[in-house]
């Protein structure tokens, strides 16, 4: 079990340290700062609800949401360092890559390549790359208007890859953006919430600010040649039946990583050990605040959640 939990957060330190190479696609105006939730159960069917913060750069051809974290390394605000140099930036370090993974979000690139969407999701051990032409939502606006933090919002629905959305959205901000693949309307979302009230997102910010907007790309092949990961490239309706057929076992609940057999993942580890020259022991110092294990009466048990997809087509 050990060995299990040290590989598991090799692997993160994988995702999160290498890939420096980066390609500016675009330059973004604003900084939409999104709250995100998710409505599900625990590993004891008990109602939770999971939460984390993410970040939508809004450019004239592309427009990018990523994990909060990911934008506070850009800015500087956070290193890789800190995981191991500092223990609080570094437990928040791992509990936002642990978000992000327990509620399945991935990075998503609209209007990259231009006509496309392209999404980046690590599903552990590996980087899942999917690039296809994008579905705009087919909006339809509403009548009704309210005031949130603020901004005059008018009402939109949406039926998008087999969910139905009720959004408010605003033109104050003078951009059109929104959270994860939700874009295309005359004004940014505020508030965007599916029809059964699993998933919402809701605008904490919004600034305007000049950043390139970075995509990392062929630089990931160095992860996977250092054989701690592997890049596979799925269309994003097989994504859909693979995440089904993976999350939606009656045993990911209970075991997050029963797909995987402990031996391998610590193969897989193995080379980012010793890459970054980390003994084992700068691992166990931090992997209790991971998201997979957490001590219970001295004993390790494992988080579980429900799996609640974003998209069922």
Request: proline share 4%; hydrophobic share 35%.
């Amino acid at each position: 079990m050990k060995r299990l939990i040290i590989s598991i957060v090799a692997l993160f330190v994988c995702m999160i340290t290498f890939g420096q190479n980066k390609e500016v696609i675009d330059n973004s105006s604003h900084t939409v700062i999104y709250e995100y939730k998710i409505n599900t159960l625990n590993e004891e069917g008990k109602p939770v609800t999971d939460v984390c913060e993410l970040v939508v750069q809004a450019g004239k051809k592309v427009t990018k949401c990523t994990p909060m974290i990911n934008y506070l390394k850009q800015k500087g605000l956070v290193t890789d360092g800190d995981l191991w140099g500092d223990h609080v930036k570094g437990t928040l370090f791992l509990r936002a890559y642990a978000d992000i993974t327990r509620m399945h979000l991935p990075i998503v690139f609209t209007s990259y390549p231009k006509g496309k969407v392209t999404t980046q999701e690590m599903i552990v051990p590996h980087l899942y790359i999917s690039t296809d032409k994008y579905r705009k939502p087919q909006w339809k606006l509403g009548n009704d208007t309210q005031t949130i933090d603020g901004h005059l919002c008018r009402s939109a629905t949406v039926a998008y890859a087999g969910k139905t959305w009720h959004v408010w959205y605003t033109k104050d901000a003078g951009i059109s953006a929104g959270p994860w693949k939700l874009q295309g309307l005359k004004g940014l979302i505020v508030s965007a919430t599916d029809e059964e009230g699993i998933h919402s997102f809701r605008m904490k910010e919004v600034r305007k600010e000049q950043l390139p907007i970075l995509y990392h790309g062929d630089e990931w092949e160095h992860h996977a040649s250092t054989k701690a990961m592997k890049i596979i490239r799925k269309t994003p309706e097989e994504m859909v039946a693979f995440r089904d057929s993976l999350f939606g076992n009656d045993k990911y609940i209970q075991y997050p990583l029963y797909y995987e057999d402990e031996e391998k993942l610590y193969k897989y580890a193995q080379p980012v050990l010793f890459a970054r020259d980390l003994p084992e022991e700068s691992f166990r110092q931090v992997c209790w605040n991971f998201y997979y294990v957490r001590l219970d009466g001295g004993k390790i048990r494992f988080f579980g959640r429900k799996y609640q997809p974003l998209e069922l087509k």
